[in-house]
């Protein structure tokens, strides 16, 4: 009954979304007595459709309480090899009924729709707790008594305790926004117990580096509220699909809300992650617990447009392919072992980058043949020169770059990570707003480290973005920035990047470099608008290093304070002009989406 109450209350509450077209009256349509949805019945249902040639569908209007007809099922709702169909959920509200499972699985489907679903679950997929109490445990750590409160999940907290889970994060209970700039905080899993044998009583040992700001103020207050993630998978899976559309979908609660693995090709079209209501008076801070979309090994890049997130624990969008590592070479034949679990499939003709193991690109070769490929080893025959090719180095397919993806007109904020974490090639990034995100605003970064994610972005513009209050946990990304991880520390130094447009942005109050650009080619910097601050990270509004031919021209610095000698900071830069194009001038009257976009 919670649940249900939970979800009358988001209907009124998610109003801003309009669909901009309507689902046709007579076209086969699922409906049931009650509330009971088993997804088993409704899979059925889908395929008996899809054999009998219908391509247009609808599920009867109402809110559902969502099973697996079988227990053993990993997802409830389950689209398998489809094709062609479109299914219209406008005016559907479901409430997933196991917070362990994800949502829709979608897996070698083509030109599947889906329309206007809200979805949620009947518990909150990530722990929350309100701070009752800090006391000193010893000269560097601190004790924080946490109660969850009622209606919350308890799951999680017991999670950390066994699972290693090492972070929380922060937030203000007013603004509900997070504190600035220790929000994320490191725990010791080992040191966290249940106080009073109560699953809603938490106890944490933090360091004391934790408790206060660099000025001495405190960073952690009693009432605050700390989260951490839960470990539900994707809400929404897709296997090798192409051409899916989500139009005007909502998610209020999941794991990652998008998973794509392999095919492409995919559009999001006002889709909406935003906070569930108050449960008894105490606000949702959290959203999803990673990515918003989370989009790997694609030949063609998604579209993404007309979209709002808010809430995430990680990226709002990542855009990604894998790195592989050479096994072994023998003559023109190559071992690679696939980093990412194997889900490209390659052919003869792609394009390999190769690197040694800090991210130096070391050149190109071309797949003449596949001998075999297990997904985890795949053996090649290369054409081409890749005399430097060695066992060792990284390799990425570059033809599964997500090539031509666009992201236009969305809005990301008040949440972890970056707005945009993008690894694609000949692609747009236009007319977005990104706020309050914990670090950069957009950012290309190809990483060995961590996540060996690949690849260097070629030949993407990005233009008319409003970026504000961005990157207030780490200076090592700027709002907008061009920068390749290899460990926690490093960057590569090398052409990676190549044919980058950073133009007609605007950046508000940027902590650390407003644009930084690493290890590059062919960069322009034009007509970008930036107001440094409100923290004077002692760096260059401009940091440029280890770029060759990059043109800096027209831009503005809109705070008069700011000194002119950090304007730009370039290390090992060859300019196109000697005249650096940065001064001192006001802000725009126009907004940034009467840009004109390329």
């Not at 800090?134 to 409160?149: C, Q, V």
Request: hydrophobic residues 35%.
């Amino acid at each position: 009954m919670k649940a249900l109450l939970l979800f009358f209350v988001i209907a009124s509450a998610l109003t801003f979304v309009s669909s901009a077209s309507s689902r046709p009256d007579n076209i086969p349509t699922y409906k049931i007595n009650g509330s009971y949805f088993n997804a088993t019945f409704f899979n059925a249902w889908i395929r008996n459709q899809t054999k009998y040639g219908v391509r247009e569908v609808g599920l009867f209007p109402g809110t559902y309480q969502v099973y697996a007809g079988y227990e053993f099922e990993s997802y409830p709702i389950q689209f398998y090899n489809v094709n062609n169909l479109k299914v219209w959920m406008d005016g559907v509200k479901m409430i997933f009924m196991n917070v362990k499972k994800p949502g829709f699985s979608l897996n070698n489907c083509t030109d599947v729709t889906l329309v206007g679903v809200t979805t949620s679950y009947n518990e909150t997929p990530y722990g929350q707790a309100k701070v009752t109490a800090i006391t000193k445990a010893s000269a560097d750590t601190y004790y924080l008594d946490m109660d969850i409160p009622e209606g919350f999940s308890t799951r999680w907290w017991k999670t950390i305790i066994t699972a290693n889970v090492r972070y929380g994060y922060v937030f203000n209970p007013v603004t509900k926004q997070p504190y600035m700039p220790k929000y994320k905080v490191e725990i010791n899993p080992m040191a966290t117990a249940i106080r009073n044998n109560n699953d809603s009583l938490i106890r944490w040992t933090v360091n004391a580096y934790y408790i206060t700001t660099s000025s001495g103020l405190p960073n952690i207050h009693v009432g605050d509220y700390f989260t951490i993630r839960g470990d539900s998978g994707a809400f929404h899976y897709f296997q090798g699909c192409e051409r899916i559309t989500y139009k005007d979908v909502t998610l209020l609660q999941g794991g990652f809300a998008v998973i794509s693995a392999g095919g492409g090709g995919h559009t999001f079209d006002g889709m909406v992650i935003t906070f569930g209501p108050d449960i008894n008076g105490v606000p949702q801070l959290v959203t999803t617990a990673g990515d918003g979309l989370h989009v790997g090994s694609a030949r063609v890049g998604p579209t993404i447009k007309n979209c709002f997130f808010e809430g995430m624990q990680d990226d709002g969008i990542n855009i990604y392919n894998y790195f592989s590592n050479v096994s072994s070479i023998s003559g023109d034949n190559v071992l690679l072992k696939r980093l990412g679990g194997g889900i490209e499939v390659w052919k003869a003709g792609d394009v390999l980058r190769f690197y040694n193991g800090t991210l130096i690109s070391k050149g190109y070769a071309t797949i003449s043949s596949i001998q075999s490929d297990n997904r985890t080893f795949v053996s090649l025959k290369l054409s081409g020169d890749y005399s430097l090719l060695n066992v060792g180095d990284f390799v990425s397919n570059t033809d599964f770059n997500s090539h031509g993806f666009l992201i236009t007109n969305n809005t990301f904020r008040n949440h972890r990570a970056r707005g945009m974490l993008i690894k694609g090639s000949n692609g747009i990034i236009t007319n977005n707003r990104i706020s309050n995100t914990s670090l950069g605003g957009i950012a290309l970064m190809p990483e060995q480290a961590y996540f060996v994610e690949a690849d260097y972005s070629v030949n993407v513009t990005v233009t008319g973005n409003h970026i504000d209050t961005v990157n207030y946990v780490g200076e090592k990304y700027g709002s907008i920035s061009l920068y390749p991880r290899f460990s926690n520390s490093d960057v590569a130094k090398t052409e990676g990047f190549s044919n980058i447009i950073i133009r007609q942005n605007v950046i508000v109050n940027s902590f650390g470099n407003a644009i930084r650009v690493h290890s590059a080619v062919n960069v322009t910097i034009d007509q970008n608008y930036i107001t440094p601050g409100p923290f004077d990270s002692g760096l260059a509004a401009i940091g440029l290093d280890t770029v060759n031919a990059v043109s800096v021209t027209s831009n503005c610095i809109t705070n008069s304070t700011f000194p002119s000698a950090r304007y730009v900071e370039a290390k090992n830069v060859t300019m196109l002009s000697e005249d650096i194009g940065v001064q001192y001038c006001t802000l725009p009257t126009i907004p940034p989406s009467e840009f004109t976009v390329l």
